[in-house]
């Protein structure tokens, strides 16, 4: 019987052939947690004498979400991680480094590897076909020090991805009608493999977008095979050694298939509160947006600023509307300004916020005030998760984001296109 | 083991930031003081008058969202006993296992605001005492009643020293 991706590396880090539905013990290789998740992680192990790491250096404790801290409360959880990075050995990503999935997989994910994450948004990682997901704080604790884990092992379903996207439509817009059409519970402990002729011809920043919003319909992980292009990113990364193909076996049985021609999407919006409350920007077009933000784990690398930037260049916010714009990681921060993208961004009335997860958590850099609408290119949009529970969040693609912040409502990027 | 206590009905789709609001993110390591939070975005009266041995009793979905084990645990230090729903997000469900909170899979449409309920966990079944119903729940996969019955995952490798669960062996 052939396999899918979740099936084959799944089996190698259980030692046997796997099926959906059984339950195995497996190696973890890369481990992570964040300001939120970690010290509560830290202080399981110190309860339990555990405080080790199994894989030093490939465990990292991030330092994102709160960062630099706004509280002394936070500053406090900062120190603990820091305390634990240097008793244990593991890596500490510092307050300005960047948000954890795009560090993670700059610099530490390899494809095969299995990725455990405080953070729901591990499943990025899928996008180089390491089977990456979030867990808590107990969970990856575990993981870290004993470099085990027990894994139900999930039916995959196979979303087929066919025709090309038309200017102005990215992975985003592909993304967010998925999961318009199965649903936030879409996928609830299943893997999504995307594929199809579309995704082969993607390049790696798109891909990670898809595999960063898979938690959104539910699902445990979302994987993409390693092929030429996941090759020349990790050459990029100076990591091209650990390149290694992987893909599913063609007789892969899935328990679905869905089925999306990308050629036929439009520009797309989550409306509040939902990810699943999906709308085409025809049907969306002039609700006014008070802040607008560019950036987060899903849509914070140089791709998608590039994209605003083009966008934005030679035009200015809307004077009802702010832009705030995050790079993803310090390396983006640092491409974005020999780009002259940051340079863009200013001089359209743009601020820019340090690499980290920016307003996104509700934290602090943009909290909604009430009734305030924001349009994001972040992953989630529930009710508070900005801070307020007064205030909408609403969801797009970055070129989407950079026109409504021209025209200080959701607007069509397309009519930007020269 | 047999828990009693009021249910809380909430609807579907009640994400972790209805059960703990980013808002109080700096809380996050002083559980008590969030616990007073908890699904506040959802019902602002809930903190302050749960009882303990109360059940939580959502729709579909219940939990989805972020990784954060502070959800499950802010309802567990509130004094609830278990969390009830049609279905749960994956992450939470894991989380509330390991915390030593029951989250069990049942129809929760045969459940009122108020119900005064009794589950049998080893049981299987909910009985509904105010409307003289039993609600069957859908079985815990055995990996997970084994850390259930540990206190949850940091307790069970505290006595284990290990991973010991009931897994799937290898096919010959």
Redesign the interface.
């Known amino acids: 019987m052939g396999k899918t991706i979740a099936e084959k590396i799944l089996g190698e880090h ?4 796997v099926r959906p539905g ?4 497996v190696t973890v290789d890369v481990a992570l947690v964040q300001d ?2 970690g ?2 992680a830290v ?2 192990l110190q ?2 004498g ?1 405080e080790q790491a199994a894989h030093p250096d490939r465990t990292v404790l991030f330092l994102d ?2 960062a630099p801290s706004p ?1 002394k ?2 500053s ?2 900062h120190v ?1 991680l820091r305390n634990f990075a240097a008793k244990t050995g593991a890596v500490l990503s510092e307050v300005g480094d960047g948000v954890c999935h795009q560090v993670i997989n700059e610099s530490y994910v390899n494809p095969g590897d299995i990725l455990i ?4 948004h ?1 499943c990025t990682g899928g996008a180089l076909c390491a089977f990456s997901t ?6 990856v ?2 993981g870290i020090a ?1 470099g ?3 894994m ?1 092992i999930p039916p995959t379903v196979r979303v087929e991805v066919t025709g090309d996207l038309t200017p102005g439509v990215y992975s985003k817009d592909i993304i967010l009608h998925l999961i318009g059409t199965i649903g ?2 879409g996928a ?2 299943k893997v999504l493999e995307f594929g199809g002729p579309t995704i082969d011809a993607m390049e790696q920043s798109e891909r990670f977008t898809l595999s960063n919003m898979a ?1 959104e319909a ?1 699902a ?1 992980a979302g994987l993409i095979a390693a092929d030429n292009v996941t090759r020349e990113y990790l050459d990029s990364r100076g990591r091209a050694a650990n390149f290694r193909e992987i893909g599913p076996d063609p007789d892969a049985e899935y328990e679905r298939v869905v089925e999306i021609d990308a050629s036929t999407l439009a520009p797309t919006v989550s409306f509040p509160h ?1 990810v699943d409350n999906t709308r085409t920007i025809d049907e969306a077009k002039g609700v006014k947006i008070d802040q607008v933000v560019i950036g987060t784990c899903t849509n914070g690398r140089l791709h998608d600023l590039m994209v605003a930037a083009s966008i934005l260049r030679g035009n200015h916010r809307h004077p009802g509307t702010r832009l705030i714009v995050i790079p993803a990681s310090r390396e983006v921060y640092l491409e974005a300004v020999r780009a002259g993208y940051i340079e863009t961004f200013v001089e359209a009335g743009g601020l820019i916020v340090n690499p980290g997860c920016g307003p996104c ?3 602090h850099e943009g ?1 909604l005030a009430d009734g305030e609408k924001c349009l994001s290119t972040q992953n ?1 949009n ?8 007064k205030g909408e969040i609403y969801l797009s693609s970055p070129a989407t984001a950079a026109a409504t912040a021209v025209k200080g409502e959701l607007a069509d990027p397309r009519e930007f296109l020269s | 083991m047999v828990l009693k206590g009021k249910a809380w009905k909430f609807g579907d789709d009640i994400s972790t930031d209805h059960i703990a609001p980013g808002r109080y993110f700096h809380l996050r390591s002083n559980l008590p003081e969030l616990a007073k939070h908890v699904l506040e975005d959802a019902d602002t009266e809930f903190a302050g008058k749960v009882q303990k041995g109360d059940f939580v009793v959502g729709g579909n979905n219940f939990g989805l969202g972020s990784s954060r084990e502070h959800a499950p645990t802010i309802i567990k230090v509130a004094g609830v006993s278990a969390v009830m729903a049609k279905s749960f997000a994956r992450i939470f469900f894991r989380n509330s296992i390991n915390v030593g909170l029951p989250a069990l899979i049942c129809d929760t449409d045969q459940i009122d605001a108020g119900d005064d309920l009794e589950v049998d966990l080893t049981g299987g079944k909910i009985q509904n005492k105010t409307q003289g119903t039993v609600i069957e729940f859908t079985p815990l996969p055995i990996v997970m009643v084994e850390i259930l019955q540990d206190g949850g995952l940091a307790e069970h490798v505290r006595k284990h020293g290990d991973l010991q669960l009931s897994c799937d062996l290898p096919e010959k």
């Open positions: 259980a030692g046997c052939e059984q339950i195995h013990i939120g998740t010290p509560l202080k399981q309860s339990l555990l979400h709160a509280r409360e936070l406090n959880d603990t994450g405080a953070d729901s591990t979030g867990m808590g704080s107990t969970d604790a575990i004993l085990k884990t027990w139900l936030a519970d609830t402990y938690v539910g445990k939902t958590v509700g934290v909290v989630r529930f009710h508070g998760r900005m801070g307020n529970p």
